[in-house]
């Protein structure tokens, strides 16, 4: 079984450009979550999909949109990049567990540099 | 305010020792989970330990342990008899409300080190 998949595992890209990072859930999971990561820093949650709706939003701009498709996975649009959009982006799924709580899983994240 | 506050930036263990890493906490909300995470330097996120707050006793799994303290708001993780394969950071994070879908909300993290 695999666990959340995500590409691509690093780019780069120039400031003002725009850039679209991509989440495969784990099998059966229909929630994703982004988070933003920064260097020496914990994760920051970007927003949630489900149902193909944006359910939960983190204090992120507008320029940070995401869409999430039938079979549940997910992408996250960030556009007129800037120098403080570098970090790791990580996205997670969820799904109600044996143990009676929402389990997230994290994929191994996106590496962004801007530049 | 800090939700989740990790005051130990690193942490030194001995192979075999235990370690605690810190973690308190701040909500209003009656019903909320707090996990505990491990990220090695390759990134991903390893789910470690959850505590619900209505949860009697302490959480353990394996060599992880939580010590629950809740009056105090903290939320401390015990590592057992740690193993060079322990040092990552670790992050401690909340989630608020009785919905399992909110959001989790991370604390800066500690970064553990085991020596030989």
């Known amino acids: 079984d695999a666990g959340v998949t995500q590409s691509p595992t690093h780019l780069i890209k120039t400031r003002g450009q725009q850039v679209t990072l991509r989440c495969s859930p784990k099998?059966?999971?229909?929630?994703v979550s982004w988070y933003q990561q920064a260097l020496g820093q914990g994760p920051q949650f970007i927003f949630q999909?489900?149902?193909?709706?944006?359910?939960q939003r983190g204090n992120f701009p507008d320029r940070f949109s995401g869409h999430q498709f039938p079979n549940y996975s997910s992408e996250l649009n960030v556009n007129a990049l800037l120098l403080g959009d570098s970090a790791l982006y990580l996205c997670?799924?969820?799904?109600?567990?044996?143990?009676?709580?929402?389990?997230?899983?994290f994929g191994p994240g996106t590496r962004l540099t801007v530049t | 305010a800090q939700k989740i506050t990790q005051t130990q930036p690193g942490m030194f263990v001995q192979e075999k020792e235990a370690v605690t890493l810190d973690c308190t906490y701040d909500t209003s909300d009656p019903s909320y989970g707090l996990f505990w995470y491990k990220q090695p330097s390759s990134g991903e996120m390893i789910f470690l330990i959850y505590q619900g707050s209505y949860d009697q006793q302490n959480a353990t799994e394996g060599r992880y342990s939580l010590n629950f303290q809740k009056a105090r708001k903290s939320a401390n993780l015990v590592i057992s008899a740690s193993q060079l394969g322990d040092s990552a950071m670790y992050f401690c994070a909340m989630r608020e409300g009785g919905s399992g879908r909110r959001a989790l909300t991370f604390g800066s993290g500690t970064r553990l080190q085991v020596q030989p």
């Open positions: 997670a799924s969820s799904l109600l567990g044996t143990s009676g709580i929402y389990e997230q899983y």
């Open positions: 999909y489900y149902e193909e709706e944006e359910r």
């Open positions: 099998s059966g999971h229909d929630t």
